[in-house]
Structure formats: C-alpha cells, structure tokens
C-alpha cells in the first residue's frame, strides 16, 4: 500500500482482556518496528522484524507482549493480560531494511489503546 | 547503549521568531540522527536525516539541524515559526549497525500569534 496501515485505530478493552494490534507496512519494506508511545515518555522500542531473520524482542516489556510477522507482511502485536499501564498509542513503522536504513522508517498512525 | 536528550519539553515561540529545538545524544559509535514531527493523532513524519556527509541537513518545511561531533548535538532550527509548525517533535539515533531507533521524549512546540 501507500503507506503503512494499523488497525483498529482506537480500543478501548477491560483489564484482564487480550488484545491484538495489527499493521500492514509498505510493500517492499523488509523491515518492521514497533513501539510504544505514552504521555510524556517518547517512544519506547518494543520489537523489530527484518525479512526472515529472528526477530529482536529485547523491547518487549513483559512476557504478555509477542508479535509475529506472517509471510514478511503483516504484523500482529498481542497483549495478553491487559493492565491499565498499558494504556498507550502503540504504532507501527517500516524501511528498506538492513544496508538501506538512511532511508529512514515509515510510521503508521497508530493504535490508540486504553484498558479500563 | 545510544541515547538522546531533548532540552525542553514545552517551547513556545512567536509567529516569525526562530526555532530552536536542542537534541544530544550519546552512541559509542558515529550516530545516523534523524527529526521527526508529529501532528496531532497522526503518525511520525520524517523531517531531516543525517548519515554521512555534509552536517548541515536540510529537511522539509523549511527546517535543519547541524550534526557537531565534538558537542554531540544535533540541534533543529527553522528561521521563522509558522502557525502550521505546531506539532511535537522527536530526535532520534541510530548508527552503521542498524540498530533500531532511539528517540528523546519529544519536545512539543506551540507557535503564538
């Protein structure tokens, strides 16, 4: 697609819920980043794909985090467990990948997640 | 480990004054250095990138940023605020090793009439 997509936009779930975040990056893109974004806190790294390689996890906060990447395209982050401190927008980026990474990450506007 | 430092969580300037958002940061390594804005409920946009080369980086909307080595800083100017440039704004380090991207906690940016 033309840019990078998450969905849904907004979720609103209760504490102890799962929930799972998806993003679908720029075609092409063989790298994919997620982070987590709350008030006053700047980004916080959580896990990063590139093509067929393991994926760094060594952001993920907590053992009810995972993502998996399907056929080097879509994106899902899972969130077992909910509580509340993981209320937060959590968006999505790709580039080109390793050896091209001075082009930069495309971002998604992200998935605005508030647990009640 | 890299890091960045933006000095100032809030700036305010006027219409027509200059920009200035300051951005150190810390790599063992030469930083690739990046600015990025962000509006309101939107995404990230990228505004300037250094990797290589000249350290005087031009982006869009009029801003840039100087890479100095010897003050570790990559600082973002823009000569005359506009309205349009409220927005918050993120630096980010990364280096050779493609390690993902660090970012400072972001310094917002109110432009006043």
Not at chain 1, 23 to 45: K, M, N, V
Not at chain 2, 50 to 73: C, D, H, M, P, R
Request: with cysteine; aromatic share 10%; proline share 4%.
């Amino acid at each position: 697609g033309a840019g990078v997509s998450q969905s849904p936009s907004n979720k609103v779930t209760e504490k102890g819920k799962d929930v799972e975040l998806r993003c679908d990056p720029i075609s092409g893109h063989t790298a994919l980043y997620w982070y987590r974004q709350s008030l006053g806190q700047g980004l916080e790294f959580l896990i990063y794909f590139q093509g067929n390689s393991a994926p760094d996890k060594s952001g993920l906060p907590s053992d009810r985090f995972s993502a998996e990447r399907t056929g080097g395209s879509v994106s899902t982050l899972t969130i077992q467990r909910t509580q509340q401190e993981d209320s937060a927008v959590y968006l999505c980026a790709s580039s080109l990948g390793r050896g091209r990474f001075r082009y930069g990450y495309t971002f998604g506007s992200g998935t605005r997640l508030t647990v009640v | 480990a890299q890091s960045v430092t933006q000095l100032g969580s809030h700036v305010s300037v006027s219409e027509g004054a200059l920009v200035l958002l300051r951005c150190n940061y810390s790599s063992s390594v030469p930083p690739y250095l990046f600015w990025y804005v962000q509006y309101p409920n939107q995404g990230l946009q990228l505004l300037l990138k250094y990797t290589t080369g000249a350290t005087l980086v031009k982006g869009i909307n009029g801003f840039e940023a100087e890479f100095k080595k010897s003050e570790t800083s990559f600082h973002l100017t823009k000569p005359s605020a506009h309205m349009s440039d409220a927005a918050e704004y993120f630096c980010a380090v990364s280096d050779v090793r493609n390690t993902p991207l660090v970012f400072g906690k972001g310094t917002r940016l109110s432009v006043i009439a």
